[in-house]
């Protein structure tokens, strides 16, 4: 997570929204390691994530947690209301172009000028690649029978919900897996300025070589 500090540290902005904060993890990582000032935002639209937040850091008029939809909230906010964004695995759940294209478009309304979105989100590693095959061949399939109008990085992928310790339930849940000319064409379509677009790898070191990533990163500004 040093690249999202580093690029915060770098612009210390005074309001920063963590859309599909999830376990809000990152909050903790931002206290202890900026050293300006901030009002945090964390948006999620599970209630029970939400609420584990409430109930682990004191809610406050700097520090607020709101359980809704990430689009939802931010069609919401008010142009130009906050100077930093950010998305750590959340866009990748978004189902289709158009939902993915409107949080670009509603990230450039609601931050400031020379403000700055920072996304982090999955990619097709090898490790990926072999541990989710046959979601990744069932996507491909989906692709080719729709002659083409289902997105090939569109991947269902099997997960246990935390939520039931003794029994967890087995679920499939939406990813979509951003190429970075993908993201590159979202971001300036939307008029962001690109300041870096890169993989990163399990140890957070960035790597031009999608084989070996885990995620995606782009950092873009409002200029």
Known sequence: MWHILNILQKYTPKTIRDIGCGSWRCLPVFQENLSHAFSYTAVDFSPSFIELARQSVNESASHTFICKDMLGFMQEQDSQSTEAIVGLASIQHLFSHQERARFFVESYRTLAYWGTLILVNRSFSDRFLRSYTSACLQALLYRVFSLGLKWRNDVFIPRKDA???????????????????????????????IEELCYIDNSWQKTSRRRNARNSFLVARKM
Do not use: G
């Open 163 to 193: 939520n039931h310790q003794k029994n967890k339930q087995v679920f499939s849940r939406f990813y979509h897996i951003f190429m970075l000319t993908e993201l590159e064409r979202y971001a300036l379509q939307a008029w962001f300025a």
